[in-house]
């Protein structure tokens, strides 16, 4: 009788290997699909940051811009004021009994300056989001930027007393000079700008009509050249702000561009 061999295998075997292999395929089609709805969501969560970071960007480039604003006006005005200062001390020291330049007096006495600096996109960034910012060398030139020359330019002139001469200046003014009512002089903003107050005021003119008095006055003289010395300061750090505000909106370009390709 010839050896046969016979199959082992029932349908209820091939029946249950058929389901676990639908089962297996299942589950790997679900893997599959919780991954790329993963990464997905990641994506999109990871373009909602950029955006968001892109966002705090331009509006920081928008604060500093504006800032440039305010700080031109300054130097425009110290300029304009410490010009009309070298010229009246000048006279005061000079052996003439008259000025030979036409001196602005009401420029020599000068006006109180304020700087009014746009921090709030920054204070919003610092108290909230400042891990947002992927660049960390960008991040720590922005901080640095607010934190010191931010502060320090605040600081230099609002908030220093002993470098506001207008107080101590008036003094000598009041003492030998003269209100001209019939002369104005115009003051204006120059800005043009929705974002800051833009006044047009004007004055009455002044002139020097105690020449002697003046001229031996050895603390006018002090204080004009005290004033002549700070403003030049201010300048200097108004300046140095100018030149940082353009090299970090260079960066902050630099890094919007990245995020956006």
Known sequence: MPFRFFNTSTSKDKSSFSYFKYAFGEVFLVAIGI?????????????????????????????INLDTLDVQFNIKYHKIFSIQEVKLLNFLQSNNNYPTDTINYSNALGTPLVLALHKSTYQNLQNNKIGILSNNSLRKDIARFYDFFHRALTLLENDYPELHTYSQMKYYFKKYFRILPENTVQLNS???????????????????????????DEGFKIELNESIFFRNLKIGFYEDMLNRTEILNKKINEEIYQLEN
């Open 190 to 216: 120059d800005l043009n700008q929705d974002d800051f107050y833009n006044p047009n005021f004007s004055k009455n003119k002044i002139m020097l009509f105690d020449y002697k008095g003046a001229k031996i």
């Open 35 to 63: 991954l790329i709805a993963l990464q997905v969501n990641n994506s999109n969560e990871n373009r909602k940051r950029q955006n968001m970071e892109i966002t705090i960007l331009k509006n920081l480039q928008e604060d």
